[in-house]
């Protein structure tokens, strides 16, 4: 299994919270860093947020920075990203992938991406 499975999304008001799940397999997720991307309808796959193998720094994109928190679990394989203050921008699907390369926030340094979940933000 190299493909993450994700779990989590829904439909949620503003100003809600919502918790997203990441599982993968222990050859996906350890000693590489775990990233979060979305795509909103008519527009490009986004950087949300990403994750060092050792939990220990997180980055952020501008739009989602304060209001999510990315995190990990090594011992379950598992990432999770915690979207809190939620505004109808944040509509999306959501994918996590593996980083395997040097640039968080560049698509291209990704694989195994997961499956990807809908986040509906209603005003």
């Known amino acids: 299994q190299v493909q993450p499975v994700q779990s989590g999304g829904g439909l949620v008001q503003a100003g809600g919270s919502l918790r997203l799940s990441c599982a993968a397999s222990?050859?996906?997720?350890?000693?590489?860093?775990m990233g979060w991307f979305r795509q909103a309808p008519g527009k490009e796959r986004e950087f949300v947020a990403a994750?060092?193998?050792?939990?220990?720094?997180?980055y952020y994109s501008d739009s989602v920075k304060g209001r999510f928190i990315v995190s990990r679990d090594n011992a379950k394989n598992t990432v999770y990203l915690q979207m809190n203050s939620l505004k109808p921008d944040d509509t999306a699907v959501y994918y996590c992938?593996?980083?395997?390369?040097?640039?968080?926030?560049?698509?291209?340094?990704?694989?195994?991406w997961g499956q990807g979940t809908q986040v509906t933000v209603s005003s």
């Open positions: 992938a593996r980083n395997v390369g040097s640039r968080l926030k560049v698509e291209d340094d990704y694989d195994y």
């Open positions: 222990g050859r996906t997720t350890s000693r590489y860093y």
């Open positions: 994750i060092t193998w050792s939990g220990t720094s997180t």
